[in-house]
Every structure is written in C-alpha cells, then in structure tokens.
C-alpha cells in the first residue's frame, strides 16, 4: 500500500481509503457481515482509512464501521465522521451546524462508533443559517475536549475555508473529484461552491491540508457496472442523481465508452485507472473508493501496484477535457 503524508496531519494515511456509505444499506448489495468482512481485509491489505458519516445508513454505517473494529483495530486506522446533516422521520435531511447540534452529534458519533475519538471530523455541507465562528468555535471546544484530533470541511467554498482558518485550522478538505467530474457545479442536485481542480486543491496545496476525494468512480459509472440504460432497484439512492438520466447521462456515458475503450488498449481495468488517475495527482491523500465486494476491495488494491505512464495520461486527460466543467 502506498501512504501519503501531510503536513498538517500527523500519521501516515493509506493513498486508498474506503468510503463507508454502501455499508449503511442505501445501494444495492450490502449486508453487515460482508461489509465487516470488506473492512477487515481492507486493513489486512494496508488500507488505514475509513470515511463515515451518520446520515449515511442513517446511523447504520457508522454501527457497521465500530463493529469491525473491535477486537483492537482500532488504533490501526485513521476514522473520519462527519456532522451536520440531520434528517426527519421521512428521511428528509437538513444542515445544521449548531453549537448544539455539533455537541450533540460528536458524542453520538462516539457511541455508534464506539471510540474515545475521531481523527478527522467533517463538516458535511455548509449551513447558511449558522454563523461560521459559532461551527468554527464549538469544533475547537470539542477538540480541546480530545474528542476530534483534525476538522475536514466537506463541500464548502474556498473563501469559508478561510473564515474557518482564523479560529481552528482546517486540515482536511473533501470533495467531489473523478474523471468526469472535476469542477462540476452539483451533486445529487445540491449547488456545489468550489469547483475541485481550479480553487479546492489550490487550498490544499497552501496550507498542506488532505485532500480526499469523494465518488472517485462517479458512484459507479466508471467501474463499467453501468449500461446505457441504466437501471437501479427502486430502493437504491443513485435514483436521485439526476446526472444519471436524459441528456447529461447520455454524455456521462459516452465520455465513459471512450475512456473504456482506452482502457481496454491499455490492457488495464477502469476502476484501476479511476485511482491511479487521482492518485498520481499531488493533491490527492486518499481516494475515498466504495467497495461492495472483495473482488472490487483488491482490485483497487491491485490499483497501488503500477502507474499511468505520461504518455497514457496525455490520452487520457484529451478524452475527459470535454468534461473539465461539465
């Protein structure tokens, strides 16, 4: 496994992390004791870093995740949480970055996970209805407290990093970031404020901040487990993506068919070349990639083992330019 180190965080973390949203039930395909086992041998393959959140499962994954953990694997791997996307009991979910809301969260987090502490805790999406230094202050009184080592702003503008920078430093980023989506303007039709590639990693860059990348295999579409048209089980949250359907899925798909094609002439399989895309970017800490089975677990694995020569990667970077602000 290759680790990547920053500079404001201080231990080591896998340059492949596994994101821990299909754990929670949302996609198709997941039960608890293959995601237990998924995570077991992801930290028998090298990988150290898990990225959770409540809202992902609806506490679900975040049980899931401290379940596997027991047993002292614990202390073998760097946890990022989230807070501040809250939810009715329809499921309808709401920011809030309260200092109530966030005092709360933290420790409920601790329970389901089970631990003294969360390495990076995340503030999931901006709320514009909280000020910044009420959020700023209360995730330097909790982490005082020794119950968050690290703040991760997920999804927030560059110009509120900074705001946040004055109060508690921010050591970690995350962000939408593939192939096919590198400074788009949504996500599942949330307004995204930054754009990836031109204002997040130029932050990352100046303060040495991690940077994680999220749906790195654009939830799926570039692993070619898609077909062009596209079906999902009603239950399955992909539905709600409205990249995944008429005209803008058409293009997806295409940019994809390309890709694939090249792949195939590289001899080398999609998925692999989604990380090693990421990963050979300086930015990039750790890719944050799904993984709904053990072939799918080593085969991104596998993906550390060799790199995109510069010759490919000029290929490459010509197919998806169509793409630099789709």
């Known amino acids: 496994m290759i680790n990547k180190k920053v500079k404001r965080i201080e231990q080591p ?15 198709d395909n997941s039960n608890d004791d293959k995601s237990v086992e998924i995570i077991h041998a992801a930290i028998d393959l090298g990988v150290n870093f898990f990225d959770v959140a409540p809202v992902y499962g609806w506490y679900h994954s975040e049980k899931v995740l401290g379940k596997a953990l027991k047993g002292g694997l614990r202390d073998k791997v760097t946890i990022a949480s989230k807070c501040g996307l809250l939810w009715d009991e329809n499921h309808k979910t709401r920011n809030d970055l309260s200092r109530k809301s966030i005092l ?21 999406w901006p709320d514009p209805n909280t000020p910044i230094e009420e959020t700023a ?18 999804n927030f503008s560059q110009a509120d990093v900074e705001k946040f920078e004055k109060i508690v430093p921010v050591d970690c980023q995350q962000g939408l970031y593939n192939m096919l989506e590198r400074n ?6 949330i307004p995204l404020e930054y754009k990836t590639e031109d204002e997040m990693l130029v932050t990352v860059k ?4 991690a940077f994680l990348p999220y749906s790195p295999y654009m939830q799926g579409l570039l ?13 399955d949250i ?46 990039v800490t750790s890719i944050i990639g799904g993984a709904s089975t053990l072939k799918q677990l080593e085969g991104n694995v596998h993906a550390m083992t060799w790199d995109i020569q510069p010759e490919e990667m000029e290929i490459i970077n010509g197919i998806i330019e169509p793409f630099r602000y789709l």
């Open 13 to 27: 973390i896998s340059a492949l992390g596994v994101g821990c949203w299909n754990f929670g039930g949302d996609w």
């Open 104 to 124: 709360e969260e933290i420790d409920g987090s601790l329970s389901r996970l089970d631990v003294d502490y969360i390495d990076i805790y995340q503030l999931h």
């Open 137 to 154: 202050q209360t995730l330097l009184e909790i982490k005082e407290a020794g119950k968050i080592r690290h703040v991760g702003l997920s």
């Open 184 to 189: 788009t303007s949504s996500y599942h039709n």
């Open 206 to 209: 100046k303060y040495g901040q």
């Open 223 to 235: 692993t070619g487990r898609f077909t062009r048209e596209r079906k999902f089980s009603s239950t």
């Open 238 to 283: 992909r539905n709600e993506n409205p990249k995944f359907f008429g005209e803008t899925y058409e293009k997806y798909f295409s940019g994809y068919e390309k890709l694939a094609a090249f792949a195939a002439e590289m001899g080398r399989p999609m998925n692999e070349i989604c990380v090693n895309w990421l990963r050979q970017k300086e930015e």
